[in-house]
């Protein structure tokens, strides 16, 4: 394996059935992502996008292919293999931030800490320099009702870093979001990016958005190709 590539696809495909039917959402897809690289992929809704992040994310099976990160094939783990694997080399962000609505915010960014059994007390340490990196640390006690669209965002993104994933893959993560918010938010992750080092594939409609990405890809009729 190219030791710059961080994820390797090749020939992809997802089918989905339904009943006598069958739905072809991606198919024999090829790509490659380098280490710290910020990749968009734009489409229409229903083109693919989130199910291509859930094959990376080892949060669906494909129908054929073969998705390598680092070198491992995720999708030939053992359940208990792949869900420690996810732990602690991918980080998850989503449109509709999905932060546990009864914790605050410190112990939400801390919770894939105490997952992955590190001692509470540093699992909390941990958390809230990560709160503080985003900016918040005058909200780290507040739970996910008492913050602005924004900072559940950005809480979400502290969480998604709390095991130094390698990448982080972002599904539409200001979809919810007011323009100039979600410029803040691209910011960030830009920031994030360049300072830790961290892959981010990230999804979305907004092609202003995708363009403050290093690279940016169009997913259509179940393939990729390079936005000209």
């Avoid at 390698?166 to 830009?190: F, I, K, Q, S, W």
């Amino acid at each position: 394996m190219n030791s710059e590539r961080l994820i390797e696809i090749t020939n992809l495909s997802r089918v989905y059935e339904d009943g006598a039917s069958k739905v072809t959402v991606l198919e024999s897809l090829n790509m490659t992502v380098e280490h710290g690289e910020q990749l968009a992929i734009v489409g229409a809704s229903g083109s693919g996008k989130s199910t291509l992040l859930h094959l990376i994310g080892a949060l669906d099976k494909p129908t054929q292919g073969e998705i390598l990160i680092n070198g491992q094939d995720v999708h030939k783990l053992k359940p208990k293999a792949q869900g420690e694997f996810r732990n602690m080399n991918i980080g998850f962000v989503y449109q509709f931030h999905h932060l546990l609505p009864e914790f605050t915010a410190l112990e939400n960014v801390a919770m894939p800490l105490v997952i992955r059994g590190i001692n509470r007390d540093q699992a909390y340490r941990k958390a809230a320099a990560l709160i503080e990196r985003v900016g918040l640390t005058n909200r780290e006690k507040h739970k996910p009702s008492e913050l602005s669209g924004g900072e559940r965002q950005r809480i979400a993104f502290a969480r998604a870093l709390a095991n130094e994933p390698v990448c982080v893959l972002a599904d539409e993560p200001t979809g919810n979001l007011d323009h100039a918010t979600a410029l803040r938010v691209y910011d960030l992750m830009c920031e994030i990016n360049q300072e830790m080092g961290t892959t981010f594939i990230t999804v979305t409609h907004d092609l202003e958005l995708a363009s403050k990405m290093q690279r940016q890809l169009k997913l259509e009729d179940g393939h990729l190709m390079a936005i000209e």
